[in-house]
C-alpha cells in the first residue's frame, strides 16, 4: 500500500528551529526540496500543508504534543488510513547517523506519536526514525526534555544528514508502496 501522507514532527517557532526535536521538520523540508514542492500554512489543517505528487506532506504548526490534530484532520479529509501515513520523527533510542523505518508500535514516550495514535485510534501507521542519540549513550548528563530541544553537534548534525539522505533515497518504494524493499535498502545503507 503506497504512502499517501507523510507528516514531518517538530516544533514551531525560530528558537526550536535547529534543535534535535524538529528531525521530522528537516527531512520533510528536504523531501519537498528534492520534489519541487512548497509547503503553505493551511489553517484548517494545522499545519503547513504541501504536495509532492500523490503524496501530501504536512508539518503541523502545534506543538509536538498536539501533532496529531494536523496528521488526524488530514487523513480523515482525504480518507487516508494509518497505514498510508508516514510520520518522521526525531528517535532517542537510535544514535546520531541511523535511519530506521517500521510499522506500528508504541509511542515510547514520544508525545507527538502519542497524540497521532489517539486522533488516528491506531498505532498502525509507518514511522521513518531518525536518530539523534540519547544524552547517557553520548556520555552527557543533559535531561532529554532539555537535549532534544538544543542543536546536535557539528558532527551528529552532519551524521543526521546522512541518515536522511539515505531515507530520501528510498522514498521512491515508500510512496511506491514497497515497503518491505524500503526497510531492506534503508537498513542495510550506512
Known amino acids: 500500500m503506497p504512502i499517501k501522507l507523510i507528516a514531518g514532527l517538530g516544533n514551531i517557532g525560530s528558537e526550536y528551529e535547529d534543535t534535535r526535536h524538529n528531525a521530522g521538520f528537516w527531512f520533510v523540508d528536504a523531501f519537498a526540496r528534492e520534489k519541487g514542492a512548497a509547503?503553505?500554512?493551511?489553517?484548517?489543517?494545522?499545519?503547513?500543508?504541501?504536495?509532492?505528487?500523490?503524496?501530501?506532506?504536512?508539518?503541523p504548526t502545534t506543538y509536538m504534543n498536539r501533532s496529531?490534530?494536523?496528521?488526524?484532520?488530514?487523513?480523515?479529509?482525504?480518507?487516508?488510513?494509518?497505514?498510508?501515513?508516514?510520520?518522521?520523527?526525531d528517535e532517542l533510542d537510535l544514535p546520531p547517523g541511523a535511519a530506521k523505518m517500521k510499522k506500528g508500535g508504541g509511542h515510547a514516550g514520544h508525545n507527538g506519536l502519542k497524540d497521532i495514535a489517539a486522533r488516528l485510534g491506531s498505532l498502525d501507521f509507518w514511522r521513518l526514525r531518525i536518530g539523534i542519540g540519547h544524552p547517557r549513550e553520548l556520555g552527557m548528563a543533559?535531561?532529554?526534555?532539555?537535549?532534544?530541544?538544543?542543536?546536535?553537534?557539528?558532527?551528529?548534525?552532519?551524521?543526521?544528514?546522512?541518515?536522511?539522505?539515505?531515507?530520501?533515497?528510498?522514498?521512491?518504494?515508500?510512496?511506491?508502496?514497497t515497503m518491505e524493499a524500503a526497510m531492506k535498502s534503508l537498513h542495510s545503507k550506512k
Open 142 to 177: 543533559q535531561d532529554v526534555a532539555d537535549f532534544v530541544l538544543h542543536r546536535p553537534s557539528r558532527e551528529h548534525m552532519a551524521a543526521i544528514e546522512e541518515a536522511m539522505d539515505r531515507a530520501l533515497s528510498v522514498m521512491p518504494e515508500v510512496t511506491g508502496g
Open 39 to 59: 509547503l503553505k500554512l493551511e489553517k484548517g489543517f494545522f499545519g503547513k500543508v504541501g504536495r509532492a505528487g500523490s503524496v501530501i506532506l504536512v508539518e
Open 68 to 89: 496529531g490534530q494536523a496528521v488526524g484532520a488530514l487523513a480523515n479529509f482525504y480518507k487516508i488510513t494509518p497505514e498510508e501515513i508516514l510520520v518522521v520523527h
